[in-house]
Nanobody, 121 residues
């Protein structure tokens, strides 16, 4: 069974940096998209960054120039490098991916359980 596990969250001061990691385990043939979402208290979950199989990346306007998404090409692991963090970046961050758990059929969407990022003096 495919599982996604995030790590790297924590408490950081404004202007600081964190790097989140997501490891996908289980039987995986390939992927279409790897992504990061976040959800702040009282707000809807929003897409922060995505990376396609073709290498195309997309970033939310609110994080452009500060966040970077990347992946380890040797395994199903991807990262969110977050620089110049602001209090409004405080949220639970979730990794998400469209992965192929079998050699046939369509990809399936998976979520991690989330990791808390708190930006505060």
């Amino acid at each position: 069974q495919v599982q996604l596990v995030e790590s790297g969250g924590g408490l950081v001061q404004p202007g600081g940096s964190l790097r989140l990691s997501c490891v996908a385990s289980g039987y995986i043939i390939g992927f279409d998209v790897m992504a990061w979402y976040r959800q702040a208290p009282g707000r809807q979950r929003e897409l922060v960054a995505s990376l396609s199989r073709e290498g195309n990346t997309e970033l939310a306007d609110s994080v452009k120039g500060r966040f970077t998404i990347s992946r380890d090409n040797t395994k199903y692991t991807w990262y969110l490098q977050m620089n110049s963090l602001k209090p409004e970046d405080t949220a639970v961050y979730y990794c998400n991916a469209d992965l192929y758990p079998t050699a046939w059929g369509a990809s399936e969407n998976y979520w991690g359980l989330g990791t808390q990022v708190t930006v505060s003096p």
